[in-house]
């Protein structure tokens, strides 16, 4: 079955840390181009980061820059985004996504809260 399920959300304090996890199955994951989103409360669902297939080139949102990390393990299958100095504003629900052809997770939830 071609799916990808993401994993390592919880509930966490402001400055702390989290990785999410996306298990890809039924297809080789490094093929392919493969992003993070996250949708808040009441929001739309935004671009957070990506990672290409060809050379391991990334993105990331200003809004998480030079806090949070996408990488990608080849031989796990699975993409990761270490998520550092976490904000209130972070708590979403994660997705991740491969970009072409569409495929969803069904997302992992992150609270950031005091």
Known sequence: QVQLVESGGGLVQPGGSLRLSCAASGFTLDYYA???????????????????????????ADSVKGRFTISRDNAKNTVYLQMNSLKLEDTAIYYCNRR???????????????
Do not use: M
Request: charged share 15%; with cysteine.
């Open 34 to 60: 493969i992003g993070w989103f996250r949708q808040a409360p009441g929001k739309e669902r935004e671009g957070v980061s990506c990672i290409s297939s060809s050379d391991g080139s990334t993105y990331y």
């Open 100 to 114: 072409v052809p569409s495929l969803w997770g069904r997302g992992t939830q992150v609270t950031v809260s005091s």
